[in-house]
């Protein structure tokens, strides 16, 4: 014949925890540079007038005359110019970062016996 000696029942409770991470960061650079230039510019005008003039009379009166004139103009007109530009600079740097927790409970059911033989 058999006994049964103890018997217990119970409850078992227990956890799992995940722990899960994401992190990222982010970067850029942009740069920009250079623009030169030179520019040249000339002008010039130049203008000459020549004249003369002679009046001579009869011989009876015996008049001369004479006119010499000379008329000179210059002009000159000149430009240089060295110029230079520089562009922009920039830098981003992003971070990120997310955390998620998961906790899970779970109970379980349990029964244990013991049988004590006679």
């Known amino acids: 014949m058999t006994e049964y000696g103890e018997i217990e029942a119970g409850q078992e409770s227990g956890e799992l925890e995940q722990l899960h991470e994401t992190s990222g960061s982010e970067a ?4 920009e540079f250079g ?3 030179q520019d040249h510019a000339a002008a010039e005008s130049t203008s000459l007038q020549q004249g003369h003039h002679m009046e001579y ?10 006119t010499d004139f000379t008329n000179y103009e ?5 430009t240089d110019s060295v110029f230079a530009a520089e562009g922009s600079e920039s830098a981003t740097f992003r971070e990120f970062g ?3 927790a998961l906790r899970a409970q779970f109970e379980t059911v349990f029964a244990q016996g013991t049988v ?3």
Request: proline share 4%.
């Open 74 to 78: 210059h002009s000159a007109v000149e």
């Open 57 to 66: 009379t009869d011989p009876s009166g015996a008049r001369y005359e004479e």
């Open 98 to 100: 997310e955390l998620n």
């Open 35 to 37: 623009v030169y230039g």
């Open 116 to 118: 004590a033989s006679a």
């Open 28 to 31: 850029g650079y942009q740069s």
